[in-house]
Structures are given as structure tokens and as C-alpha cells.
Nanobody, 122 residues
Framework: QVQLVESGGGLVQAGGSLRLSCAASTRTFSNYAMGWFRQAPGKEREFVAAISASNTYYADSVKGRFTMSRDNAKNTVYLQMNSLKPEDTAVYYC?????????????????WGKGTLVTVSP
């Protein structure tokens, strides 16, 4: 069982930046593909970004604005969000997958965090 704890959400004006963090409780963190998903009010959860050992993937809606990274020594992944827009408002969930980044992005992660709220005001 892997526990994921997100932090860093909050209220920011459009055009601003936030950095989300996700700490994972596992000794084999480097073996997991990690991802970020988000769910806006009244909408389904959607993929935002994922990172494997050597590659990073982004949804078209965030490409060029968001950057995902990982620090295996700290069992932590980050999501740097720049040029935020009101449509980025959502609960952001950290996710972990033990079957690779493709499975995480398409079939669903194995583990989820509880989420952190990001609100972008106009």
C-alpha cells in the first residue's frame, strides 16, 4: 500500500504560479510511475501530467505551462504550474502506478492521494 499526500494548493490570481508537492510512503518510489490528475466542479477527473524514470507526459491543456518533476531521494513529485488560468481551478490528485506510465495515464493509477484544491481567480 502506498500513501500519497499532496500539498501546495491554494488561491492564486490568473497568470500566477503554484507548486504542488506529493510525498509518497514507499521504499520503492523509483519503481513507480507518478501522475497528477484534476477534477473541476461538475466535471470528470482528467489526466494532467505523468512522469516515469525517463519521460514526462502532459495533457495538451497544460503543455508549456506546467512542469512535472520527481526527486527519488525524497520520495516526492512536484507540479510547477505557471500562467494559471481560471479553467485550471480544480482539485488536483497525485497518483502512483506500478505498471508504467502508459497504464497510469490510460487505465488508471494503483494509488490516489486525497487531493489539494487549486483556485484561480480571474
Amino acid at each position: 500500500q502506498v500513501q500519497l499526500v499532496e500539498s501546495g494548493g491554494g488561491l492564486v490570481q490568473a497568470g500566477g504560479s503554484l507548486r504542488l508537492s506529493c510525498a509518497a510512503s514507499t521504499r520503492t518510489f523509483s519503481n513507480y510511475a507518478m501522475g497528477w490528475f484534476r477534477q473541476a466542479p461538475g466535471k470528470e477527473r482528467e489526466f494532467v501530467a505523468a512522469i516515469s524514470a525517463s519521460n514526462t507526459y502532459y495533457a495538451d491543456s497544460v503543455k508549456g505551462r506546467f512542469t512535472m518533476s520527481r526527486d527519488n531521494a525524497k520520495n516526492t513529485v512536484y507540479l510547477q504550474m505557471n500562467s494559471l488560468k481560471p479553467e485550471d481551478t480544480a482539485v488536483y490528485y497525485c497518483a502512483a502506478g506500478g505498471r508504467g506510465s502508459y497504464q497510469l495515464r490510460t487505465g488508471g493509477p494503483d494509488y490516489w492521494g486525497k487531493g489539494t484544491l487549486v483556485t484561480v481567480s480571474p
